[in-house]
């Protein structure tokens, strides 16, 4: 009897031992909750991106995983996000790589490549053409890991009070435009790049600090009011044919404190919010041209000469940046590189493609500058 109950002590202390080394490590480390924040803030449609995701993680991880989130701007200013998720102060946050040049001119094109990735090439090339890992090269620089989580296609073009009929009627315009890349591009053509933070636009715009601005698509430029204050919508909107946003993730939480379940979980919802944030900006444009056609906007479009030169301007400095950086040259060979590689299909399949075959710059001096062999 004695050795019977020995025997199923031990068996009990065994298993109580097993169960706490297996189990409540395992708790203790899926039980999270981490700190999320913004490029966008909360009167820019586009925060509904982040939203999403959050949505989405929140569901996936139960009662084990949660993201507290923030809107942009309430925990750091919009243009110190990297810096705050870089140190750790705010463990994630949603963002455009074009407002990061400062700290590397290879995030222009991780976030807009102007007048180059539809959002379809983007996609096929962040996804199955190496882009994914290359993004992942330029923010670890950082100490971030960043997951690709959203975008949008073309964006709407230049809003203002002065037709722009041609380049020529650049000249002298102050313009709020994102991006390095861009603003070069501007100044080519005479005009004048003014940085500015999405919530500043409307009242620089009404009280004439600028003359126009690009912002967003046609969805997000009405719910801004911006056909209150415009008379003029000039099209195509070459700085941006599309958009892409990350997730950008602390690299020591994501080493130590996510397990690698959770790690694939984020990857999942990215790219699963990728797809919804596609849709659901694309659809809302329906409604976002229709404000603006309500108003009796008048839309003008640059003509084919035009829109040469500004390729030109565009391969110009993409070569100059090439040559003076390399990462920039690698992602930039890359992207150039996959829109070679698709254009025989594209042009096979067309008009029912998605997307246009470009002019490509030179691919030879680009891949000499990214090393490429």
Known sequence: MKKKKMYWGMLALILVSFFIVQVAPANAADKIELKMSSVWSSGIQLIECDRNFVKLVNAMGGDNFKIKFFDGGTMVPSFELFDAVARGTLDMGGDWGGYWPGKDEAFNVIGSQPMGLSIND?????????GFDLIQEAYA?????????????SESGIRGNKPINSLKDLKGMKIRMGGKLQGKILKDFGAVQVNLAGSEVYQALE????DACEYNIPTVDSLMGLQEITKYWASPAWHAPAAIFSVLINKNVWDTKLTPAQREMLKTAAMANFLWSFTFFEYNDIAGTKKFLDKKIKITKLGDKDLEAIQQSIYKHTLEACKTN???AKIAYSQYKFLQDFAQWRSIASPFSHGRNVTLPDMNAIKAAAGVK
């Not at 983007?122 to 190496?130: C, V």
């Not at 009280?207 to 600028?210: A, E």
């Open 122 to 130: 983007y996609m096929l090339w962040i996804y199955q053409g190496g």
């Open 326 to 328: 390399p990462l920039f």
């Open 207 to 210: 009280k004439g600090v600028i």
């Open 141 to 153: 620089k950082h100490g971030i890991v960043a997951l690709p989580f959203g975008g949008h296609g």
